[in-house]
């Protein structure tokens, strides 16, 4: 239900308050630049892992670079467009961030989002997720909202956008809390990605099988930010995106995989890589890749028995 707390309100530490201020602010323009249409659809280059990055995603990602070097509070920074650790002229933070997760489907105008991961220091290496301060995503789809988890607090919590036309008296700021997402159960949804991988990876294909035999309703897009979104918002079901030798993994873990997962046990669901918790694994180097399962304990429980760690 809504309960009309801000994001202001909710954020107690100043420092933390500051840097997740920015990031709402470079979501509110990258929000307007996607309502801008497909001029900037257009190829602009290719990122650090060799992947063709559209004009938007080059503009999404100096965005969001600016609007936290303007914060003062973050020492560091590293994106999926550009992965190698950097200084950002504040003291206090690191952020790791995806800026524009789903590129491959705004042109068919589904939601795509925003992932962040913030932690304490001036550097990612060498730590896990459960050290981490704060991560959360952006949708933008008819609403524009952010999903944020804190180390400091209870479950994931939800808050949207309010317009700057808005005239409801009861806003007191412009992102407003929406939601608290406290479970995830088990339920017939799911939401299985590289598919292709079942050619060679045996355990994913009975999975697949299992959950077809047994009527899962399939919810899948392809943006993983909207495909894990779902599992909060409906409070059930399991996403996933294993390997195999003819499908590596390619979701990566600093920009995509820990940050979701961080809200997804907040929210009292688990993670997994097929072995353990993707909380549990330290960041070695910013460009590691992994196979993910998130959802419901049940879920992954089943991920991890029948897919498991051969390709990780």
């Known amino acids: 239900?809504?309960?009309?707390?801000?994001?202001?309100?909710?954020?107690?530490?100043?420092?933390?308050?500051?840097?997740?201020?920015?990031?709402?602010?470079?979501?509110?323009?990258?929000?307007?630049?996607?309502?801008?249409?497909?001029?900037?659809?257009?190829?602009?280059?290719v990122n650090t892992f060799g992947d063709q990055q559209l004009q938007i995603d080059v503009l999404a990602d100096q965005v969001i670079e600016k609007a936290l070097q303007k914060s003062g509070v973050v020492e560091s920074i590293c994106s999926e467009e550009r992965s190698k650790e950097r200084p950002c002229g504040g003291t206090g933070f690191a952020v790791a961030y995806d800026p524009l997760d789903g590129s491959s489907i705004i042109d068919t105008n589904f939601a795509v989002g925003t992932i962040f991961g913030i932690l304490k220091g001036g550097s990612f290496i060498g730590?896990?997720?459960?050290?981490?301060?704060?991560?959360?995503?952006?949708?933008?789809?008819?609403?524009?909202?952010?999903?944020?988890?804190?180390?400091?607090?209870?479950?994931?919590?939800?808050?949207?956008?309010?317009?700057?036309?808005?005239?409801?008296?009861?806003v007191l700021g412009r992102w407003k809390r929406n939601r608290v997402f406290k479970t995830i159960e088990s339920g017939k949804l799911f939401a299985p990605g590289n598919l292709r991988s079942t050619v060679d990876n045996s355990g994913y294909q009975k999975l697949v099988n299992y959950w077809m035999s047994n009527?899962?309703?399939?919810?899948?897009?392809?943006?993983?930010?909207?495909?894990?979104?779902?599992l909060l918002i409906?409070?059930?079901?399991?996403?996933?995106?294993?390997?195999?030798?003819?499908?590596?993994?390619?979701?990566?873990?600093?920009?995509?995989?820990?940050p979701l997962a961080f809200l997804i046990?907040?929210?009292?669901?688990?993670?997994?890589?097929?072995?353990?918790?993707?909380?549990?694994?330290?960041?070695?180097?910013?460009?590691?890749?992994?196979?993910?399962?998130?959802?419901?304990?049940?879920?992954?429980?089943?991920?991890?028995?029948?897919?498991?760690?051969?390709?990780?």
């Open 1 to 45: 239900m809504e309960d009309h707390q801000t994001l202001e309100s909710f954020l107690s530490e100043e420092s933390l308050k500051r840097c997740i201020q920015a990031l709402t602010e470079a979501a509110e323009e990258i929000s307007s630049l996607l309502r801008k249409g497909a001029g900037l659809l257009g190829l602009s280059s």
């Open 234 to 258: 409906k409070g059930k079901g399991v996403f996933c995106n294993p390997a195999s030798i003819s499908s590596p993994a390619k979701l990566r873990l600093l920009f995509e995989c820990i």
């Open 215 to 230: 009527k899962y309703q399939l919810r899948y897009t392809g943006g993983m930010v909207p495909d894990v979104n779902q």
């Open 265 to 312: 046990e907040k929210a009292g669901g688990r993670s997994s890589n097929g072995n353990i918790s993707l909380l549990d694994i330290p960041v070695n180097e910013t460009e590691e890749r992994c196979q993910v399962c998130y959802g419901a304990k049940e879920e992954v429980e089943r991920f991890d028995a029948m897919v498991g760690q051969m390709f990780i």
């Open 127 to 170: 730590h896990r997720g459960r050290e981490w301060t704060a991560a959360g995503c952006f949708v933008y789809g008819p609403r524009t909202e952010l999903t944020l988890a804190v180390a400091d607090e209870e479950y994931a919590h939800q808050f949207i956008c309010i317009p700057q036309d808005s005239k409801d008296a009861t």
